[in-house]
């Protein structure tokens, strides 16, 4: 089956400093990426939609400054959270999708801790 | 938006025992996804559905696109069943391109 890998799978850093997450489509082309975030006993929640080639779609509320993503190649997509604060502690996921394919393959996550 | 609520939140049960998790969504949607995630946080696939049935194993995932509503199954639980169970739908109606919405999900645990 498909899978999707990211990088890292845990990560803590100082408060202020960029930290960047790397999901990546193992087997498969994937057009377009997502990148989903879970805080703690919450549901996950969409927050970009990444299309290779193209800029990322933001949901509302989430600042595209303070998350920047690229797609650059269709096995790779990045989320740079830039200038982390504690309140960005939480868990993200990214899930992919190959071509008019509706299923979507999920990375097994990050946890990110902004002390 | 659609918006997707599940049911229960929390469940447990004995080891053996046959498990219904619930699911309905607001508006007409391509396919749902029911999804599982461990302790570590992890999430794994269960199933995408758009219409009847679907079997995997122990697990069986029904939907009924006209009453927006969708089951999960497991059958004779065993304790590593226990884990939260989750279904998404894609945002938007139709929506198969989407992003998707989730329900809060199903903390199920199944004791020996």
């Known amino acids: 089956g498909a899978v999707v890998s990211q990088h890292p799978s845990r990560v803590i850093c100082k408060s202020g400093t960029s930290v960047k997450i790397e999901c990546r489509s193992l087997?498969?082309?994937?057009?377009?990426m997502f990148w989903y975030r879970q805080f703690p006993k919450k549901s996950l929640m969409l927050m970009a939609t990444?299309?290779?080639?193209?800029?990322?779609?933001?949901e509302q509320g989430v600042e595209k400054d303070k998350f920047l993503i690229n797609h650059a190649s269709l096995t790779l997509s990045t989320l740079t959270v830039t200038s982390a604060h504690p309140e960005d502690s939480s868990f993200y996921i990214c899930s992919a999708r190959a071509g008019l394919v509706n299923e979507q393959f999920f990375g097994p996550g990050t946890r990110l801790t902004v002390l | 938006k659609n918006e997707v609520e599940q049911s229960p939140q929390n469940l447990t049960a004995q080891e053996g025992e046959f498990i219904t998790i619930n699911c309905s969504y607001s508006v007409g949607i391509s396919a749902l996804h029911w999804l599982q995630q461990h302790p570590g946080g992890g999430i794994v696939s269960l199933f995408m559905?758009?219409?009847g049935k679907k079997k995997h194993g122990r697990l069986i995932a029904t939907i009924n696109i006209q009453e927006k509503h969708s089951s999960l199954h497991i059958t004779a639980s065993h304790p590593r069943d226990s884990a939260v169970y989750i279904c998404?739908?894609?945002?938007?109606?139709?929506?198969?391109?989407?992003?998707?919405?989730f329900g809060k999900g199903t903390h199920l645990i199944i004791q020996p």
């Open positions: 998404a739908a894609p945002l938007f109606q139709g929506g198969g391109a989407d992003g998707l919405t």
């Open positions: 087997d498969f082309q994937a057009t377009t």
């Open positions: 559905l758009s219409s």
């Open positions: 990444s299309n290779e080639g193209s800029k990322a779609t933001y």
